[in-house]
């Protein structure tokens, strides 16, 4: 038996649409800092290569490092945005999502730390000057591949609030139930992928750690421009009770 669709309110009609903006301006950040500006910077097993890279493209691995910051801080307002929908439909649950989300959002920022502490590294202070350059070299690499510990680490919490909003979602009807059993089914596998990858980091070679993320990811896209474009279904007139006179 299909859950009613409850009617939402004005607030949770803004605040649907600026979740909208929010997951698509969080996504495309995440892009940029990523594969745009750090990716191209870091050579795989080419520790001296990459310190050379960085050094000379310092602006753009700083503003990476301003990127991931602000990612953080744009993932802050989609999960307030989120709860103030999702809160009408089970208050706890919408809590604990957004918790979860905070949760990623806090480890997220161990990432700009870690960029820093390696330019640190490739610095010139005269403390530094005890260590060859070679070994200062590995160690900012190291530090910099320490950033995709603090990403897995957080992805269990990331994806768990998925899986609670995707529940949320697809009790209130909100948004098409085809799209949130997607986001039920796609986050939850990647809490599976996650905890498994943490145990067994060998998992990481039957099955690609792009597959853990993926699917959840283009729910988010998808449910972003939905929220963004569509809003929230409301009951049709039909499906209302008939007012008493």
Known sequence: MMSPT???TTEQQRAAKVAGVSGLLAMAIVVVGNYVLLDPLIVPGKAAETAQNILAHEGAFRLAVVCFLLYSVVSVVLLSALY???????????????LSRFVFALLWLLTPLQL???????????????????RLQVLARATIAGTFDDYYVGLP????ALTICGCLWLRSNY???????????????????????????G???????????????IFELILSFWLLFKGLKSPSAASLPAAKS
């Open 175 to 201: 948004i098409p139930r085809a799209l949130a059993w997607f986001g039920i089914i796609s986050s939850g596998w990647c809490v599976f992928c996650a905890f498994v990858y943490l145990l067994f980091p």
């Open 84 to 98: 103030v929908v999702l809160k009408p439909v089970n208050r706890g649950l919408a809590l604990a999502g957004a």
């Open 116 to 134: 820093l502490g390696a330019l640190r590294l490739l610095g010139h202070a005269s403390y530094l000057q005890v260590f060859e350059a070679d």
């Open 203 to 217: 998992f990481a070679k039957p099955v690609d750690p792009y597959w853990f993320d993926s699917p959840m990811a």
């Open 6 to 8: 409850l009617s939402a």
């Open 157 to 160: 919490f990331f994806s768990l």
